[in-house]
Nanobody, 123 residues
Framework: QVLLVESGGGLVQPGGSLRLSCAAS????????MGWFRQAPGKYREFVAG????????DYADSVKGRFTISRDNAKNTVYLQMNSLKPEDTAVYYC????????????????WGQGTQVTVSS
């Protein structure tokens, strides 16, 4: 079982930035595709960004393209989500996700979830 622990959420003004981190408990993380999903109140959980095990392939939801960047550091068993130009509609609980496959969880499915971290964009 892989444990995923997110950090970095908080309150930020519109136009601001945040960086989320997700630390994985096992070295098997290094061969796993990883990603981020989010869920706003009253809405379904939606895909935000994904990254392959090597970091060479990434994909994004249209709503965050050009504003969010996913990356990973396999030496630290950590994946990141840099969020810039934040909008109120980005407010949600953000979940780290891991896949047994080596590509984005959007394509390979999610096998592991983190507990979530709240991001609130408000003035």
């Amino acid at each position: 079982q892989v444990l995923l622990v997110e950090s970095g959420g908080g309150l930020v003004q519109p136009g601001g930035s945040l960086r989320l981190s997700c630390a994985a408990s096992q070295r098997t993380f290094r061969s796993s595709g990883m990603g981020w999903f989010r869920q706003a109140p009253g809405k379904y959980r939606e895909f935000v960004a994904g990254i392959s095990w090597s970091g060479r392939r990434t994909d994004y939801a249209d709503s965050v393209k050009g504003r969010f960047t996913i990356s990973r550091d396999n030496a630290k068993n950590t994946v990141y989500l840099q969020m810039n130009s934040l909008k109120p509609e980005d407010t949600a609980v953000y979940y780290c996700a891991g896949s047994r496959g080596d590509g984005s969880p959007k394509s390979f499915g999610v096998d592991y979830w983190g507990q979530g971290t709240q991001v609130t964009v408000s003035s």
